[in-house]
């Protein structure tokens, strides 16, 4: 080597001062390019795993090529379970968890249900990037478990308030504990996580730029379109187009309700809050939910731009028209419920609402149909290439604690998800109410895309035709969907 190096430097220094910075700038490009190629490899064991989409065979090494299972053939796997996915009791604490080890062992093929920690090789799901809100790092957890039962894994959950990018996790509280995953749920293994840093490094993980290769892939689920897309589509296209594609969020809808059905259970404490509201404030109602996403969305970072108050606004007084001329609701069985981090759309959409429907019941009070929560929202605002913004809630700092806001936006989905309809824009809190109960899928409008009014008319005609073969309703057609209301069952 010394020799090597010896004569490189004696071949170079006869040359002109140009060709030895030329030949000098090619010899850093390859020492940077090999530096970041090593910084990319898995930590740990872990530079041996496949990518997501690849499986391991029994020997431990490279299989073939597998994805996940396609829109057509999760739907028939998951209609048995659409009817009680409307019951918070599939989440209640109480419910034993139903672990998936169909994944490879490192040492044999597992089949059947067992116990996680039966695996040979654990893996240690965390969150590295602190910019990501509630859902988006619900969103990163539920692919990873997917990860690890695809490779044979034993997952567990340990979330600090330590990330590797874009500052400390915000919902962190040091009064609830140090791990942000069981301040609401239960652990998804039999297998405690490791209480230090020291034993948990030993453990497979991914780093800041695997989880983000991994949140972006093929097989990942996506709460809108972005990344790259399990159908060979380009979700860039989806995106511009501006268009609903029903098997894109269905797809996506169903293998996050299959994972959830396996692993999320909920601590008592969120557990029966949630309960007690839906019983004292949906039940004998006909409830329209409704999910208003504000403050920083913009078209680059959060599926699209903020969707006016008004246009929800529309939606709602169709609802209530629809309730008070229908025998079997009326208008003193309906309600609405507003979940939104938004304070300046909520009082633009109430003062609406109060201005032009208190005909219909739509009042300020305890009696009013309209039923909101007391939340944690930010009073500040920004500035961002030069439009005024609302201030996130999770990243002010300055307003209410870590565990309040994630308490508060984790009730506000599964509160969602107990709605008999949902209108709502693009959004990982939206689409954690399907991903609770899948049966919302066909009782809701995405108010984000163009096409909203057209897929809903359709999807009413294919309803509607389907129900007068079957000798049932033929009601007019119409883009709302609680007029192809169905039976729904809450707690």
Same mark, same amino acid.
Request: proline fraction near 4%.
């Given at each position: 080597m010394k020799f090597g190096i010896a004569a490189w430097c004696?071949?170079?220094?006869?040359?002109?001062?140009?060709?030895?910075?030329?030949?000098?700038?090619?010899?850093?490009?390859?020492?940077?390019?090999?530096?970041?190629?090593?910084?990319? @490899?898995?930590?740990?064991?872990?530079?041996? =795993?496949?990518?997501?989409?690849?499986?391991?065979?029994?020997?431990?090494?490279?299989?073939?090529?597998?994805?996940?299972?396609?829109?057509?053939?999760?739907?028939?796997?998951?209609?048995?379970?659409?009817?009680?996915?409307?019951? @918070?009791?599939?989440?209640?604490?109480?419910?034993?968890?139903?672990?998936?080890?169909?994944?490879?062992?490192?040492?044999?093929?597992?089949?059947?249900?067992?116990?996680?920690?039966?695996?040979?090789?654990?893996?240690?799901?965390?969150?590295?990037?602190?910019?990501?809100?509630?859902?988006?790092?619900f969103l990163v957890v539920m692919n990873e478990i997917c990860y690890a039962e695809q490779h044979g894994l034993v997952p567990y959950i340990f979330i600090d308030g330590s990330t590797e990018r874009h500052g400390p996790n915000r919902y962190f509280d040091v009064t609830s504990g140090n791990n942000i995953w069981e301040y609401y749920f239960l652990p998804i293994s039999s297998e405690p996580p490791p209480t230090t840093l020291k034993e948990r490094k030993k453990d497979l993980t991914f780093n800041w730029d695997q989880e983000r290769a991994h949140h972006i892939s093929r097989?990942?689920?996506?709460?809108?379109?972005?990344?790259?897309?399990?159908?060979?589509?380009?979700?860039?296209?989806?995106?511009?187009?501006?268009?609903?594609?029903?098997?894109?969020?269905?797809?996506?809808?169903?293998?996050?309700?299959?994972?959830?059905?396996?692993? @999320?259970? =909920?601590?008592?404490?969120?557990?029966?809050?949630?309960?007690?509201?839906?019983?004292?404030?949906?039940?004998?109602?006909?409830? @329209?939910?409704?999910?208003?996403?504000?403050?920083?969305?913009?078209?680059?970072?959060?599926?699209?731009?903020?969707?006016?108050?008004?246009?929800?606004?529309?939606?709602i007084q169709e609802f209530l028209k629809w309730a008070a001329e229908s025998p079997n609701v009326g208008i003193t069985n309906a309600a609405v419920f507003i979940a939104t981090e938004s304070q300046s759309l909520l009082d633009t959409l109430v003062a609406t609402l109060e201005e032009k429907y208190e005909a219909f019941g739509v009042k300020k009070g305890a009696n009013s149909i309209i039923i909101t929560r007391e939340v944690l929202r930010s009073p500040k605002y920004f500035t961002r290439r030069g439009q005024r913004l609302e201030q996130n809630i999770f990243l002010d700092s300055s307003t209410g604690g870590g565990y309040q806001k994630g308490k508060d936006v984790l009730i506000d989905a599964l509160l969602l998800s107990q709605c008999d309809f949902l209108i709502h824009g693009a959004s990982s809190v939206s689409e954690a109410a399907f991903w609770f109960n899948l049966a919302l899928h066909n009782s809701s409008v995405h108010l984000q895309y163009e096409d909203h009014e057209d897929v809903a008319k359709q999807t009413a005609a294919k309803e509607n035709d389907d129900n007068r073969n079957q000798g049932g309703w033929d009601s007019s057609l119409s883009s709302y969907p609680w007029n192809r209301l169905t039976s729904f069952h809450r707690v």
């Open positions: 004696k071949r170079i220094s006869g040359r002109t001062s140009m060709s030895r910075l030329i030949q000098a700038v090619g010899v850093l490009y390859i020492v940077f390019f090999t530096i970041n190629w090593f910084r990319l @490899l898995p930590r740990k064991e872990q530079q041996q =795993l496949p990518h997501s989409s690849v499986d391991l065979d029994q020997t431990g090494n490279h299989g073939t090529e597998k994805s996940l299972p396609s829109h057509q053939t999760v739907e028939p796997q998951l209609r048995d379970k659409v009817r009680r996915s409307g019951s @918070l009791s599939m989440y209640a604490p109480s419910r034993p968890i139903e672990f998936d080890v169909s994944g490879p062992s490192e040492n044999a093929q597992v089949k059947g249900a067992g116990v996680l920690s039966n695996r040979t090789r654990r893996f240690w799901i965390r969150i590295n990037d602190g910019w990501h809100g509630f859902f988006a790092q097989d990942a689920i996506k709460a809108y379109y972005y990344g790259h897309s399990f159908d060979g589509k380009s979700n860039k296209k989806r995106f511009r187009s501006n268009r609903y594609d029903d098997s894109f969020y269905y797809h996506h809808r169903s293998l996050a309700h299959r994972v959830l059905d396996a692993y @999320l259970r =909920l601590k008592p404490q969120i557990f029966n809050e949630t309960q007690d509201f839906v019983r004292e404030r949906f039940i004998g109602k006909t409830v @329209l939910g409704v999910h208003m996403r504000g403050t920083d969305k913009i078209a680059s970072a959060g599926g699209g731009m903020v969707i006016p108050a008004a246009k929800y606004a529309v939606y």
